[in-house]
């Protein structure tokens, strides 16, 4: 199927030609003036069992949400996010906040006016909005990420589904199909990432400040394209390389191409986990990235060195992988296609090694090496004009760890 190309920008009420503008709307304030509460909120260690009433629960959303919601009641003074991202309010506050609980659970305690964070308990920061209201669309792809819902929800028009990936700061990217939308807030899925889906639309969405879609991408149409006929590759399919058994180098294996090939995937062998991707020799190629099964992909930058006599391009590259025993560790593989976003592992992970990945990559598409607290050096996309200046053009990725 030949991908069509597409750019849908949310920010005010008109309708384009090759756009489509819509408004997510900023929402309702409540007033709390005489009540002594106060729309700050505490986040304790770990979740709290003591009993209070639910003023209102079974609402599924994210902690931000949640919180949000509770913040537009004057009854409701903390809150429990629940597993599957179930969301109640209650009429109370856990106090003394205790210990020990489970941690995968989420508490809020809201403060009243004048008041401070308890003991066994943090400032609540509300996350910070990467996103923008502009998304661009692939047709037939589909992203099998976390979704907002449990299941996709029934939201006919292709405008309100995007209108509520907007409305939720975590959305990256959006599925839709016959009528059923579903956000994700997990993080977007890059190009290689997606799936066949035949009549799906794929929205990719946006930076902050960003207006152009990626090459592949462009302005949403409720017409698929018409279908091609799809001539067979002239080159081998890539196949993944089996890397050595789990060990303890500083590399374990060079995973080297076959001739003909302009990719290459490192793998590791069952029962161990891609600790470390890089790809060598460095000028030769487009970078490396973790893939979200584990593996290590690498590309030519450019193609190869070309043999006359036998009309086929060398393999010159190889990834460099490391592997570590399965069963000592958990893992998580993340990545990110927004410049000057910085790569954060879940709770009680660390990042173990970040790459860099760009389609024919140029002095100006670089990694963010500015070291922050908690972080890794290179773990982003630096930000530069006629570099990664846009979603979509380059790929950080990293590896995190946490002991067992």
């Not at 949310?10 to 106060?38: E, F, K, M």
């Not at 949000?68 to 009854?75: G, L, V």
Request: aromatic content about 8%; glycine content about 10%; charged content about 25%.
């Amino acid at each position: 199927m030949r991908v069509f190309v597409a750019l849908l920008s949310i920010i005010g009420v008109a309708v384009a030609r090759d756009a489509i503008t819509v408004d997510p709307g900023s929402g309702s304030v409540t007033d709390l003036s005489g009540t002594g509460l106060s729309p700050k909120y505490c986040e304790a260690e770990s979740d709290q069992t003591c009993a209070l009433g639910v003023i209102e629960g079974n609402f599924a959303g994210t902690l931000f949400q949640c919180q949000a919601r509770c913040t537009r009641r004057k009854d409701c003074l903390s809150v429990r996010f629940l597993k599957d991202r179930i969301c109640e309010l209650l009429d109370g506050r856990c106090d003394p906040l205790a210990t020990g609980g489970d941690t995968s659970r989420k508490y809020l305690y809201r403060l009243k006016t004048g008041e401070s964070c308890p003991a066994n308990s943090t400032p609540y920061k509300k996350p910070e909005g990467v996103y923008g209201n502009t998304f661009c669309m692939i047709w037939g792809k589909k992203c099998k990420g976390d979704g907002y819902y449990k299941t996709p929800a029934k939201i006919t028009k292709m405008e309100d589904c995007l209108i509520k990936c907007a409305k939720i700061k975590e959305c990256s990217m959006v599925n839709f199909a016959d009528g059923m939308c579903e956000p994700l807030i997990s993080d977007a899925c890059p190009d290689e990432d997606l799936e066949d889906a035949e009549g799906t639309q794929n929205f990719l969405r946006l930076g902050k400040g960003e207006s152009e879609c990626p090459d592949n991408r462009g302005p949403p149409t409720t017409d698929p394209p018409p279908p091609v006929t799809v001539l067979p590759p002239t080159l081998p399919p890539t196949e993944p390389v089996w890397g050595d058994d789990c060990g303890g180098k500083k590399y374990v294996t060079k995973v080297r191409g076959k001739k003909g090939q302009k990719e290459v995937i490192g793998v590791c062998n069952p029962g161990c986990v891609m600790s470390v991707c890089h790809c060598g020799p460095w000028k030769k190629c487009n970078g490396a990235k973790f893939t979200s099964d584990g593996k290590c992909r690498v590309n030519f930058r450019t193609g190869g060195r070309w043999n006359k006599k036998k009309k086929t391009r060398k393999a010159k590259i190889y990834a460099h992988i490391k592997c570590v025993p399965q069963s000592k560790m958990a893992v998580q593989y993340i990545s990110t296609q927004v410049p000057g976003v910085r790569l954060k592992c879940g709770d009680g992970y660390i990042i173990n090694d970040c790459t860099f990945f760009a389609f024919n990559r140029s002095k100006r598409m670089k990694p963010n090496k500015k070291r922050a607290t908690g972080g890794t050096v290179g773990c982003g996309i630096k930000y530069r004009y006629n570099g990664c200046n846009k979603t979509g053009r380059c790929t950080s990725s990293a590896v995190c760890f946490k002991k067992l």
